[in-house]
């Protein structure tokens, strides 16, 4: 039995309040069992907080997963501290419950949240779109909103100095060496059959769990596939682009055969405040003070999302502006604004809204 699947039983004995099964199952398998305790927060002595197995823990309670360490980990807790989600998180506990909803965190590697929300061991998860295809769980969750950060690609790499390896047709039959070996694996297969490869011309894929970048120049790989964002890495490993897989970004996803409908409420009302976080950091409230017979033109500069509000100065023929403006475009339309004559331009961040 695998750490994760003994963790995700021990979770559902939790849910379903059996906290003696769940310790049953804590001591029935010795097989990654310290895994499993150090995700129930135990202590040295293997003892489980009442906090967790204590009969008021996390019944009832939405399970929302959250990646436990890497890119993804600050921008969640940030996301957590936007949506008013409280929590504390003691030492070494990777379960806690929050402190002003009914909803408990459980802190996993990101590449596991994709099966623990898919079989519904888990109810919300926030993970990268790649994990979700590389677990092969894109039909058992839902991603509900796409959240802007871990933005990054999955990429086809080979060395600089490879000059006969310009296309990913060019890998076909070598060694590729990568931690995403199932997209590696469909990728590859797909060019090794529209190239009639059979047995030993076929491409041989091999998983490493970290550093892919080294494996060419370590002599194990003749290509990766890899996560790229600045390019840097694979620049500094004297590799070069070959190819794109596919795009990526966080996401928050939820199963897409719930196990407890009656959360459904409560995973729209996080769906909506985590929206509202996300909606805020992507715009800015820009007013302004501007002639009334100059209003079309600046209007059309700040259209807003749905309208301008325009308020009367006690000045005679002059207006204020107040509308929302993408976050990215600001200093553009600052410079427009002021050309045909706004004055007091401000702009303000959003701390939230719901839009
Ligand atoms: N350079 C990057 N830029 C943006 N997002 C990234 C980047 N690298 C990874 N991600 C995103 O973050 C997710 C988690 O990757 P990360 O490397 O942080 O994993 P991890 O949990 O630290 O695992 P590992 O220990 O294997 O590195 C990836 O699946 C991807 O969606
Ligand atoms: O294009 P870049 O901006 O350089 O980012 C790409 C790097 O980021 C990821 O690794 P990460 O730094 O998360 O660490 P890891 O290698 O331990 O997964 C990825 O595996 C690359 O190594």
Redesign the pocket.
């Known amino acids: 039995m695998s750490g994760q699947s003994q963790t995700q039983l021990v979770l559902q004995s939790l849910r379903r309040h059996d906290s003696e099964e769940a310790s049953l199952r804590l001591q029935g398998s010795p097989h990654n069992r310290d895994d499993t305790l150090t995700l129930l927060g135990a202590g040295k002595d293997n003892k489980v907080p009442n906090m967790i197995l204590g009969p008021e823990s996390l019944d009832g309670r939405l399970l929302f997963a959250i990646p436990k360490k890497?890119?993804l980990h600050e921008k969640c807790l940030s996301l957590l501290a936007g949506a008013d989600i409280q929590f504390r998180r003691p030492n070494r506990l990777d379960v806690c419950v929050a402190l002003n909803h009914p909803v408990a965190l459980v802190f996993l590697p990101a590449s596991d949240i994709p099966s623990f929300v898919g079989k519904g061991n888990v109810d919300l998860g926030i993970t990268g779109h790649d994990v979700i295809l590389e677990a092969q769980m894109k039909d058992h969750v839902t991603e509900v909103l796409r959240l802007g950060f871990g933005k990054?690609s999955l990429q086809v790499q080979a060395p600089e100095a490879a000059t006969h390896l310009k296309t990913a047709e060019d890998l076909a039959g070598k060694r590729v060496v990568t931690?995403f070996e199932v997209l590696a694996g469909e990728y590859f297969k797909e060019i090794d059959d529209k190239l009639g490869l059979e047995g030993d011309q076929r491409t041989k894929i091999e998983y490493v769990g970290?550093?892919?970048?080294a494996a060419c120049a370590l002599g194990l790989a003749d290509g990766i596939v890899?996560?790229?964002?600045?390019?840097?890495?694979?620049?500094?490993a004297g590799l070069h682009p070959v190819a794109t897989l596919l795009e990526t970004e966080a996401v928050l996803i939820k199963s897409s055969t719930p196990k407890h409908p009656h959360l459904a409420p409560l995973i729209q009302l996080i769906t909506s405040r985590i929206a509202g976080v996300i909606a805020a950091s992507k715009y800015v409230i820009c007013e302004y003070n501007i002639l009334r017979e100059k209003l079309p033109q600046a209007t059309a500069l700040t259209p807003g999302r749905r309208a301008p509000t325009i308020s009367p100065l006690e000045e005679e023929g002059w207006v204020a502006v107040s509308s929302m403006v993408e976050k990215r475009k600001i200093s553009n339309i600052m410079d427009e604004l002021v050309k045909i004559g706004a004055e007091d331009v401000l702009v303000f961040n959003l701390d939230n809204c719901r839009v």
């Open positions: 890497g890119r990054c931690s970290g550093s892919v970048e890899d996560l790229v964002e600045s390019g840097d890495t694979m620049r500094a």
